[in-house]
Nanobody, 119 residues
Framework: QVRLVESGGGLVQPGGSLRLSCAAP????????MGWYRQAPGKERELVAT???????NYADFMACRFTNSRHNDKNTEYLQMNSLKPEDTAVYYC?????????????WGQGSQVTVSS
Protein backbone atom coordinates (compact mmCIF):
# COMPACT_ATOMS: atom_id res chain seq x y z
CA GLN A 1 0.00 0.00 0.00
CA VAL A 2 1.30 3.43 -0.94
CA ARG A 3 1.91 5.71 2.03
CA LEU A 4 2.54 9.45 1.91
CA VAL A 5 4.17 10.73 5.09
CA GLU A 6 3.65 14.35 6.04
CA SER A 7 5.52 16.44 8.58
CA GLY A 8 5.98 20.07 9.60
CA GLY A 9 2.60 21.27 10.83
CA GLY A 10 2.10 23.16 14.07
CA LEU A 11 1.11 26.40 15.77
CA VAL A 12 2.41 29.71 14.45
CA GLN A 13 1.60 33.36 15.07
CA PRO A 14 0.04 35.49 12.34
CA GLY A 15 2.72 36.62 9.92
CA GLY A 16 4.86 33.60 10.68
CA SER A 17 6.07 30.76 8.46
CA LEU A 18 5.88 26.99 8.32
CA ARG A 19 7.14 24.37 5.90
CA LEU A 20 5.24 21.17 5.27
CA SER A 21 6.94 18.09 3.85
CA CYS A 22 5.49 15.05 2.15
CA ALA A 23 7.57 11.95 1.43
CA ALA A 24 6.41 9.36 -1.07
CA PRO A 25 7.78 6.04 -2.36
CA UNK A 26 10.46 6.62 -4.94
CA UNK A 27 8.91 4.19 -7.39
CA UNK A 28 5.95 6.51 -8.01
CA UNK A 29 7.07 9.95 -6.84
CA UNK A 30 8.87 11.14 -9.94
CA UNK A 31 6.20 10.03 -12.41
CA UNK A 32 3.19 11.64 -10.75
CA UNK A 33 1.85 15.09 -10.09
CA MET A 34 1.97 16.24 -6.48
CA GLY A 35 -0.02 18.84 -4.62
CA TRP A 36 -1.68 20.07 -1.44
CA TYR A 37 -5.24 20.45 -0.27
CA ARG A 38 -6.53 21.92 2.95
CA GLN A 39 -9.69 21.59 4.97
CA ALA A 40 -10.79 24.07 7.61
CA PRO A 41 -13.39 23.15 10.25
CA GLY A 42 -16.86 23.12 8.76
CA LYS A 43 -15.58 23.70 5.23
CA GLU A 44 -14.98 21.55 2.19
CA ARG A 45 -11.51 20.39 1.26
CA GLU A 46 -9.96 22.87 -1.19
CA LEU A 47 -7.02 22.72 -3.56
CA VAL A 48 -4.03 24.78 -2.47
CA ALA A 49 -1.30 24.05 -5.02
CA THR A 50 -0.10 21.54 -7.58
CA UNK A 51 3.30 20.75 -9.04
CA UNK A 52 3.89 18.70 -12.15
CA UNK A 53 6.61 16.14 -12.76
CA UNK A 54 8.49 18.92 -14.52
CA UNK A 55 8.06 21.25 -11.49
CA UNK A 56 5.49 23.53 -13.10
CA UNK A 57 3.35 24.97 -10.31
CA ASN A 58 -0.17 26.25 -9.97
CA TYR A 59 -1.70 27.92 -6.94
CA ALA A 60 -5.13 28.80 -5.68
CA ASP A 61 -5.93 32.49 -5.96
CA PHE A 62 -6.05 32.92 -2.19
CA MET A 63 -2.35 32.03 -1.96
CA ALA A 64 -1.43 35.52 -3.19
CA CYS A 65 2.22 34.54 -3.62
CA ARG A 66 2.56 33.59 0.06
CA PHE A 67 3.02 29.86 -0.51
CA THR A 68 5.65 28.03 -2.56
CA ASN A 69 5.24 24.43 -3.66
CA SER A 70 8.38 22.52 -4.62
CA ARG A 71 9.57 18.98 -5.14
CA HIS A 72 12.91 17.27 -4.88
CA ASN A 73 12.90 14.11 -6.93
CA ASP A 74 16.22 12.92 -5.49
CA LYS A 75 14.64 12.94 -2.03
CA ASN A 76 11.17 11.79 -3.15
CA THR A 77 9.79 14.70 -1.15
CA GLU A 78 7.43 17.55 -1.81
CA TYR A 79 7.41 20.79 0.21
CA LEU A 80 4.94 23.57 0.86
CA GLN A 81 6.62 26.71 2.18
CA MET A 82 4.01 28.95 3.78
CA ASN A 83 4.87 32.56 4.60
CA SER A 84 2.88 35.50 5.96
CA LEU A 85 0.40 33.09 7.48
CA LYS A 86 -3.05 34.37 8.43
CA PRO A 87 -5.60 33.00 10.90
CA GLU A 88 -7.77 32.00 7.93
CA ASP A 89 -5.00 29.65 6.81
CA THR A 90 -5.78 27.46 9.82
CA ALA A 91 -6.70 24.02 8.50
CA VAL A 92 -5.59 20.45 8.11
CA TYR A 93 -3.28 20.29 5.11
CA TYR A 94 -3.13 17.11 3.01
CA CYS A 95 -0.52 16.24 0.44
CA UNK A 96 -1.64 14.35 -2.61
CA UNK A 97 -0.02 12.25 -5.29
CA UNK A 98 -1.96 11.44 -8.42
CA UNK A 99 -1.94 11.47 -12.17
CA UNK A 100 -4.03 14.64 -11.81
CA UNK A 101 -4.06 16.22 -8.36
CA UNK A 102 -7.01 18.46 -9.20
CA UNK A 103 -9.14 15.33 -9.63
CA UNK A 104 -9.93 14.22 -6.08
CA UNK A 105 -10.71 10.67 -7.16
CA UNK A 106 -7.98 8.07 -7.30
CA UNK A 107 -4.40 8.74 -6.31
CA UNK A 108 -3.10 8.88 -2.75
CA TRP A 109 -3.42 11.19 0.25
CA GLY A 110 -1.14 12.01 3.15
CA GLN A 111 -2.36 11.63 6.71
CA GLY A 112 -2.94 15.36 7.17
CA SER A 113 -1.00 18.03 9.07
CA GLN A 114 -2.68 20.50 11.39
CA VAL A 115 -1.66 24.10 10.80
CA THR A 116 -2.95 26.59 13.35
CA VAL A 117 -2.34 30.31 12.96
CA SER A 118 -3.14 32.14 16.15
CA SER A 119 -1.71 34.72 18.51
Amino acid sequence: QVRLVESGGGLVQPGGSLRLSCAAPGSIFSINEMGWYRQAPGKERELVATISTGADTNYADFMACRFTNSRHNDKNTEYLQMNSLKPEDTAVYYCRLANSVANMNGGYWGQGSQVTVSS
